[in-house]
């Protein structure tokens, strides 16, 4: 059990037609961030990827994960090095949960960049600790609601119970006051290590260690995919269409998710003029 009595989030239903995305920034600083690499100790459990499954780059770190990771390790002592920009809210909140009843002590290690729903994760350490270069990103829960006015309202009432449900980690984690932590959330606030440990983010900066780490092996065509999502994120589209663009860019218009076997067809060229034209 955590250390720290950490409150207990309670299972959303997850509203119909609902579709989560990573916040543009924090995408944006994920894949300008080489991950850290692979960690031999089996009592290390590393999330190096967007949080919830995600078939189109292939993997995402799910609940399913963190529950055998847990499990093969047992009753002892954990360490969590994180590096992601976050994903899906409701599976952030099923890892967050899982980390929090562990029954031993669970130290946190944020090797490059926490954000969205990877922050709250990161609060169920009992010691949190940062890289330098590294952050800690905050923001209020979106996503996107394909419905009538019913199905909008309900989502919008449900995002404000994540968005509380958020606070009440941050208010038990850093101590400060909920007024304070909502202008945080609402402004999108990145913070560094120093400022992390300032505000109770974190509690110490990790010796000889820089936010990112060594690099991995991440092929080079599911890198270029990912810096394209991420250059079209924060131009303002939309996660679907952004697919379906990077698919056209790589002359794959059959699959509505291409297989990551296909990436080896990716074209650069192709890659090269739609980031040109996005930047135009």
């Known amino acids: 059990m955590s250390l720290r009595n950490l409150p207990e989030?309670?299972?959303?239903?997850?509203?119909?037609?609902?579709?989560?995305?990573?916040?543009?920034?924090?995408?944006?600083?994920?894949?300008?961030?080489?991950?850290?690499?692979?960690?031999?100790?089996?009592?290390?459990?590393?999330i190096y990827d967007v949080i919830g499954e995600d078939t189109w780059y292939g993997g995402g770190f799910t609940v399913k994960r963190m529950n055998a990771a847990l499990r093969a390790i047992g009753p002892k002592d954990?360490?969590?090095?994180?590096?992601?920009?976050?994903?899906?809210?409701?599976?952030?909140?099923?890892?967050?949960?899982?980390?929090?009843?562990?029954?031993?002590?669970?130290?946190?290690?944020?090797?490059?960049?926490?954000?969205?729903?990877?922050?709250?994760?990161?609060?169920?350490?009992?010691?949190?600790?940062?890289?330098?270069?590294?952050?800690?990103?905050?923001?209020?829960?979106?996503?996107?609601?394909?419905?009538?006015r019913n199905d909008l309202v309900a989502a919008s009432e449900m995002l404000a119970q994540i968005d509380g449900a958020q606070m009440d980690i941050y208010e038990v984690r850093t101590g400060l006051k909920r007024t304070q932590i909502e202008e945080y959330m609402d402004a999108e606030t990145f913070f560094s290590a120093k400022s992390a440990m300032e505000k109770g983010f974190a509690d110490d900066l990790m010796e000889n260690e820089t936010g990112g780490g060594a690099s991995a092996s991440v092929r080079p065509e599911i890198q270029a995919k990912r810096r394209m999502d991420a250059i079209l994120a924060q131009s303002g589209v939309p996660r679907s269409e952004?697919?379906?663009?990077?698919?056209?860019?790589?002359?794959?218009?059959?699959?509505?998710?291409?297989?990551?076997?296909?990436?080896?067809?990716?074209?650069?060229?192709?890659?090269?003029?739609?980031?040109a034209t996005m930047r135009s």
């Open 9 to 46: 989030i309670q299972a959303f239903q997850r509203p119909k037609a609902y579709q989560w995305d990573v916040p543009s920034d924090a995408l944006a600083r994920w894949v300008e961030t080489p991950c850290a690499a692979a960690n031999d100790d089996p009592a290390t459990i590393t």
């Open 78 to 148: 954990v360490t969590v090095r994180i590096n992601s920009p976050g994903g899906d809210v409701f599976e952030g909140f099923a890892i967050y949960n899982e980390l929090r009843s562990h029954k031993a002590k669970v130290s946190v290690e944020v090797m490059g960049i926490a954000a969205s729903a990877a922050s709250y994760i990161a609060m169920a350490g009992d010691d949190i600790k940062m890289g330098l270069g590294s952050f800690i990103m905050i923001h209020n829960s979106w996503g996107v609601v394909m419905g009538n």
């Open 242 to 275: 952004r697919r379906r663009m990077i698919k056209e860019a790589i002359g794959d218009t059959q699959n509505a998710i291409p297989p990551v076997t296909h990436d080896a067809d990716l074209d650069p060229a192709a890659l090269l003029r739609l980031i």
